[in-house]
């Protein structure tokens, strides 16, 4: 069975950077089908970044992380993901999850992801 392990999480001040990674157990997810979701306390679940199927396919970005947070892949590692965060506001703490092989790819609704990984904390300070 599948595993995904994310990691990177932290706590920065505003303006800051992190990168967070989501590393699969076994390369059977299609790295093309893939989503970032967070969730802060007392909201809903949100897709951030979900990829659509394929490198021809334009990657979503929710409109709030737009400019800001780049989807990307591990070119040697290729069952690893990364969420490149730049330029942080206190409304981007959450937790931040990585979710794999959707019932179709490119949802942003997360109840269509089979796997998801544990979760890393983003805290940011103003």
């Known amino acids: 069975q599948g595993q995904l392990v994310e990691s990177g999480g932290g706590s920065v001040q505003a303006g800051g950077s992190l990168r967070l990674s989501c590393a699969a157990s076994a390369y059977v997810f299609s790295p093309y089908c893939m989503a970032w979701f967070r969730q802060a306390p007392g909201k809903e679940r949100e897709a951030v970044a979900v990829?659509?199927?394929?490198?021809?396919?334009?990657?979503?970005y929710a409109d709030s992380v737009k400019g800001r947070f780049t989807f990307s892949q591990d070119n040697d590692a290729k069952n690893t993901m990364y969420l490149q965060m730049n330029n942080l506001k206190p409304e981007d703490t959450a937790m931040y999850y990585c979710?794999?092989?959707?019932?179709?790819?490119?949802?942003?609704?997360?109840?269509?992801?089979?796997?998801w990984g544990q979760g890393t904390q983003v805290t940011v300070s103003s």
């Open positions: 990829r659509g199927g394929s490198p021809l396919y334009a990657e979503y």
């Open positions: 979710a794999a092989q959707p019932t179709l790819c490119g949802s942003r609704d997360g109840r269509e992801y089979t796997y």
